[in-house]
């Protein structure tokens, strides 16, 4: 089968084109023809070395996909031949076929397209277990979306509304913030105003957000807290920016402010929240109150191009590649 390997980390030049022996799916796990894959900053910075998680090399990288089951390894019940589903499952998706662990696979509604449920996991889910599970939004607060354009900046817009949230998105271009108001930004904002902390103030009754996904990083962040909120949460999502962050502990006191962490790839290793966040995904899915958006679309052998497609900050929604 056709697939993309690295023998060591770097640019996108390290994805080299191989030939290798189709997967067999041993006990527990599943064979997939991958049909789609959806690009994420994640794969990128795998590839660069420098995600959370650093696998042992030579790897075939790719996170999320969606396929249709091929084959089922022993021990393996509740999935059929032919099914599409998603899958979650680290890295595998660059190639022909893929076999993972039956944990890893997600459930897709029918209504989605190959592509749309390549696009779904990892955006969605971080989107819900950030807003709800670990931000506690309540109906009727608002939240700031960094980079509401791009893959889980969509995802982010779409839940938020579906929670009662009013959004504030910010983007790099007038065109993208066109995005977010047909997604269902209450307020869209260019993220390089200089007066951005009084203009997200200004639509807040001066009080600032309840909730921020943060996922620029870099010297940004000190002008993120400024537009918190009293009893505000931060959630800190990434850093695509490439720069880390300060933080001074003690100025989140005076407003009893919160900064939290979001991971999803733990979270998503939990068969009970996964459950939660499933059940509540798929039936806004199928009230049609949320659909991925796809971004541009490449052929699998272009994944260099598609990543410097992401990294030039030029995409929005979800890249796809397609072996
Ligand atoms: P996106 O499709 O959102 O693309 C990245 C966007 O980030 C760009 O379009 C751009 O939007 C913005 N950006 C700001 N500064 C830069 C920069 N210097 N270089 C590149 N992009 C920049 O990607 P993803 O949805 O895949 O990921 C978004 C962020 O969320 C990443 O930081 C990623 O690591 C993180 N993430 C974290 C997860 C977790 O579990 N913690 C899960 C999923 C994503 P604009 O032009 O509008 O500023």
């Given at each position: 089968m056709r697939a993309?390997?690295?023998?060591?980390?770097?640019?996108?030049?390290?994805?080299?084109?191989?030939?290798?022996?189709?997967?067999?799916?041993?006990?527990?796990e599943v064979l997939l023809r991958v049909r789609a894959v959806g690009l994420n900053f994640a794969d990128i910075l795998t590839v660069a070395g420098k995600y959370l998680s650093r696998p042992p090399l030579p790897l075939v990288p790719g996170m999320e996909f969606a396929g249709t089951v091929e084959q089922l390894g022993s021990g393996v019940s509740g999935l059929e031949v032919g099914q599409t589903v998603a899958a979650l499952a680290g890295h595998g998706g660059f190639a022909e076929y893929a076999s993972v662990p039956a944990s890893a696979v997600v459930p897709v509604p029918e209504s989605l397209s190959a592509a749309e449920a390549a696009a779904?996991?990892?955006s969605y889910f971080t989107a819900y277990f950030a807003l709800r599970t670990l931000g506690h939004a309540q109906p009727g607060e608002?939240?700031?979306v960094q980079a509401a354009a791009g893959a889980l900046g969509t995802a982010t817009v779409q839940v938020a509304k579906a929670l009662d949230l009013t959004v504030i998105a910010l983007a790099s271009s007038e065109e993208k913030l066109a995005l977010c108001r047909r997604l269902g930004a209450d307020?869209?904002?260019?993220?390089?105003?200089?007066?951005?902390?009084?203009?997200?103030?200004?639509?807040?009754?001066?009080?600032?957000?309840?909730?921020?996904?943060?996922?620029?990083?870099?010297?940004?962040f000190a002008?993120?807290?400024?537009?918190?909120?009293?009893?505000?949460r931060v959630l800190v999502i990434g850093a695509a920016s490439g720069q880390t962050s300060q933080l001074v502990a003690q100025t989140l006191m005076r407003g009893n402010q919160a900064v939290i962490g979001v991971?999803?790839?733990?979270?998503?290793a939990d068969p009970v929240r996964m459950r939660e966040a499933s059940g509540f995904l798929s039936e806004l899915i199928?009230?049609?109150?949320?659909?991925?958006?796809?971004?541009?679309?490449?052929?699998?052998?272009?994944?260099?191009?598609?990543?410097?497609?992401?990294?030039?900050?030029?995409?929005?929604?979800?890249?796809?590649?397609?072996?």
């Open positions: 993309l390997m690295i023998r060591k980390t770097g640019g996108p030049e390290v994805l080299e084109a191989v030939t290798l022996p189709r997967p067999q799916p041993g006990p527990g779904f996991p990892v608002s939240v700031l307020h869209t904002l260019l993220n390089s105003r200089e007066d951005l902390v009084q203009a997200v103030r200004d639509r807040t009754d001066g009080r600032g957000v309840d909730l921020l996904t943060e996922v620029v990083g870099g010297e940004g002008s993120s807290l400024q537009m918190l909120a009293p009893l505000g991971w999803v790839t733990p979270l998503a199928a009230g049609g109150q949320v659909r991925p958006v796809i971004g541009r679309t490449f052929p699998l052998e272009q994944a260099a191009e598609a990543f410097a497609f992401v990294t030039s900050r030029a995409s929005t929604g979800k890249v796809i590649l397609e072996p």
